[in-house]
């Protein structure tokens, strides 16, 4: 069968549609593992079970959605996924030098803007605290080059738990919690050195103004939809109850479009087999809309592609490989992050430079017998985990010639983005 030729889209329509449909059947979560052991929760399998009986077969973005952070047996809300009593450790729990490093490429970074007198901190997911944590003591050791310049810390969290562990990591006992659950600051606080830190549940409540973004291990864990090519086109892939076997999960394919195979899939796609993370998409709109209005920049470092692989869902349990759809609730879910997709969603606002590895990017910020220690406790990361930044434009500018009687004179030419060596624009 002959597919028909879609109209091309232009990454501006492209992340128009993705937006008007995050808006209509998406909730934006920012989550991150907690770490305090609870009693065992009501059964995550019997809950899906009993919601695909009653509604028909779910997307994967439900299914990850559900799995991960439902309030009552999602995996996030559970123990403590972290370290090696978890199922998974992320950098800044094997060493302070990865924290360091990135506390030291935020300094460059504005610096590189020119020293603005205001720097906000933006964190996505600050898991247990411990990036944050590095990145101030970086802050504090450099503290006469940052001079007069005001620094303040906002954490997007909406585990309650979590924002006390990192309270209690970053404050001390000198934070506190709003006293009406709608505010947007639901707790603030305030380092031993008097660095404002604030909690938000959403990042369109963080204020405005020059700020640095940063997310570890933060977009490979937001739900996404997975998509497969077929004779009549694209269909989504769904997952479903196995007709055999009523306690166990399968995937499916949707006999029809869905709302997502039709606005989610580019008209130029060449893989058989798509995944796409649109919860990611609208928060990177969102990040590129302020770099470009405000000043500032975003570090984004996780496990990911530039839009070639295809089917990387995937479980992690006791630190190893687990079936994404055995036991639903006792494993970590994830999926590489498309730094393609992300590219596109960011529009010709921002500069996107990147995504390199991340032993490249360690390499290049020239701390190599430091570096030797994180690389020789990650080796599986060194190639995999990769380095995606967003800047404004006007940070990478070429410095113009201005003409003179007797010569020319140039304008100082831009600094270059620490860790970063070759520019790929978009």
């Not at 128009?16 to 609870?38: A, M």
Request: net charge neutral.
């Amino acid at each position: 069968m002959t597919l028909k030729k879609k109209k091309k889209e232009t990454p501006h329509n492209f992340a128009t549609s993705v937006l008007n449909y995050l808006n209509r059947s998406c909730t934006r979560l920012f989550c991150s593992p907690p770490t305090e052991e609870e009693k065992p929760r009501p059964s995550m399998l019997r809950h899906l079970t009993s919601k695909i009986k009653a509604t028909g077969p779910i997307t994967v973005a439900e299914y990850m959605r559900e799995v991960l952070t439902n309030p009552v047996t999602g995996y996030y809300v559970r123990n403590n996924m972290l370290g090696p009593e978890g199922d998974f450790i992320t950098s800044p729990e094997i060493s302070q030098i990865f924290g360091e490093l990135i506390g030291v490429w935020i300094i460059s970074e504005w610096m590189g803007a020119g020293q603005p007198k205001q720097l906000k901190l933006v964190e996505l997911g600050p898991g247990k605290g411990s990036l944050a944590s590095d990145i101030l003591r970086v802050f504090s050791q450099l503290r006469p080059v940052l001079g007069k310049a005001s620094v303040s810390l906002h954490l997007v969290e909406v585990s309650p738990t979590l924002s006390r562990l990192q309270a209690q990591i970053l404050t001390g006992n000198c934070s506190q919690e709003a006293d009406a659950e709608d505010e947007p600051v639901y707790r603030r606080g305030e380092t031993a050195a008097g660095l404002p830190v604030s909690w938000y549940r959403r990042l369109a409540d963080v204020p405005t103004g020059f700020s640095i973004f940063y997310a570890h291990e933060f977009f490979d864990a937001l739900p996404i939809h997975k998509f497969q090519r077929t004779e009549k086109g694209w269909r989504e892939v769904m997952v479903d109850i196995d007709p055999e076997k009523p306690d166990q999960l399968r995937f499916v394919v949707a006999p029809s479009p869905t709302p997502a195979s039709s606005v989610l899939i580019q008209a130029d796609e060449r893989r058989s087999h798509v995944e796409v993370c649109a919860e990611g998409g609208v928060i990177i709109h969102q990040i590129a809309q302020r770099i470009a209005g405000d000043g500032g920049a975003a570090l984004i470092a996780d496990y990911g592609h530039n839009g070639t692989k295809m089917d990387t869902f995937r479980g992690f349990k006791d630190h190893q490989l687990h079936d994404v759809l055995s036991s639903p609730g006792s494993a970590d879910l994830t999926a590489d992050v498309d730094f393609n997709y992300l590219r596109r969603i960011a529009g010709r606002d921002v500069a996107c430079v990147g995504p390199i590895s991340q032993r490249t990017f360690l390499k290049n910020m020239g701390i190599d017998s430091r570096m030797q220690v994180l690389l020789r406790n990650c080796s599986d990361m060194g190639d995999r985990f990769h380095f995606f930044s967003l800047l404004q434009h006007s940070r990478l500018a070429r410095p113009k010639t201005v003409q003179g009687l007797n010569m020319d004179k140039k304008s100082p030419a831009p600094l270059p983005v620490a860790g970063f060596t070759e520019l790929s624009f978009s």
